[in-house]
């Protein structure tokens, strides 16, 4: 019999999970705890809240919600009982009656289930209503191995070892993000004196003015609210479900950004995924990198880019076919914008 793995227990991110809103004192709860009284900047205030829902709603989850894996495990065992009781004793109006209470929460607990298997098994192509959760957690299974990094070799050595494999990584992307690639200000000087002024000071200010509450609200329910958060772990549908509570709050950091040119830098840190370009790899510059960013750093940067958009068409002559909606040059220009976004403090 294999010897059990001893070691520290990894820690896993906090993530705020969607199957949490079906139950029925949530909402009031994160008002609670949302409308702590905090000092400070907008951005500073925000944090903290974040923070203090983060951490109340980890203890709620243990002792409210609960594991629903235990509990459908529970309510399988109860509903067992009933029917076996049913076959002993025939069916009576009081074991149909238990019976059609414990399917429901047997239901309840089944599409819980499916919620938390759909969002890790990252399918995002299949429609509300499949029950599958087989697929769900095969799916999972299947992306979790592929995206694993088993083993790594460097200088002609392999590497097995998970916390030798972190620090290989963190050195590797640590010297390679603190590379200076900015062109020196001589250079920016002269770029700036051989690019002609094709916008008016009035196109100028529209592209970096403080947007209203109702410019911000369109922008945040406007995304994918499923998508993976950033280290703060609050999906974009956090914000868009309890925009009544965190609305307020949410437009004073886009505002104050838009105000200061700058972002605090917790609300700007990122987490980078490695994603193997094929099977088989051990090398880091076969990964390609994504940086899953915070979900403010996602609303500034769509706020900065539909503007941009708006004024494309001023900047990019008609001949340009390569920068047509929907073309991988405009796509790499948009991505540009967001990557200056997220460095610009």
């Known amino acids: 019999m294999a010897e059990p793995k001893i070691g520290p227990r990894r820690r ?86 238990k019976e059609s209470e414990v399917f429901s929460k047997y239901h309840k607990i089944i599409a819980q289930e499916e919620t938390f298997w759909r969002k890790r098994s990252r399918s995002l192509w299949l429609k509300d209503g499949d029950k599958n959760l087989r697929f769900f957690h095969i799916s999972t299974l299947k992306h979790m191995a592929a995206n694993r990094i088993g083993h790594l070799v460097k200088n002609g050595r392999r590497i097995d070892n998970e916390d030798e494999i972190s ?16 062109l020196d200000l001589e250079a920016q000087n002269m770029l700036v004196d051989i690019i002609p002024k ?72 990122t987490f980078i995924f490695l994603i193997p370009k094929k099977q088989g790899i051990d090398s880091l510059d076969a990964f390609r990198p994504i940086i899953l960013c915070n979900s403010f750093y996602k609303i500034i940067s769509k706020v ?12 990019i002559s008609p001949q340009q076919n390569g920068f047509a909606p929907g073309s991988q040059i405009l796509d790499s220009i948009i991505l540009f914008m967001k990557t200056f976004i997220h460095f610009w403090r």
Do not use: C
């Open 12 to 97: 896993f991110p906090f993530r705020f999970e969607k199957m949490w809103l079906s139950h029925p004192n949530l909402s009031s709860s994160v008002k609670d705890w949302w409308n702590v009284q905090v000092d400070g900047s907008a951005m500073f205030q925000v944090s903290k809240k974040l923070r203090h829902v983060k951490e109340e709603v980890k203890k709620w989850n243990r002792e409210v919600f609960g594991d629903i894996f235990v509990q459908k495990f529970a309510i399988q065992e109860e509903l067992g009982l009933i029917q076996d009781k049913d076959q002993n004793e025939g069916y009576v109006n009081d074991n149909f009656s």
């Open 167 to 182: 620090g290989v990584v963190v050195e590797f992307f640590a010297e390679l993000l603190k590379k200076d690639t900015l």
């Open 198 to 269: 094709v916008l008016s000071d009035n196109q100028n200010h529209n592209i970096d003015v403080i947007p209203s509450k109702e410019e911000i609200r369109s922008v945040v329910f406007s995304f994918d609210g499923s998508k993976a958060p950033g280290p703060y772990g609050f999906p974009m549908f956090f914000f868009q479900h309890f925009w009544e509570v965190v609305g307020e709050d949410v437009s004073n950091v886009v505002k104050e950004f838009f105000g200061a040119r700058s972002i605090q830098k917790e609300l700007n840190a």
């Open 304 to 315: 900065l880019t539909s503007r941009m958009l708006n004024i494309l068409p001023l900047l």
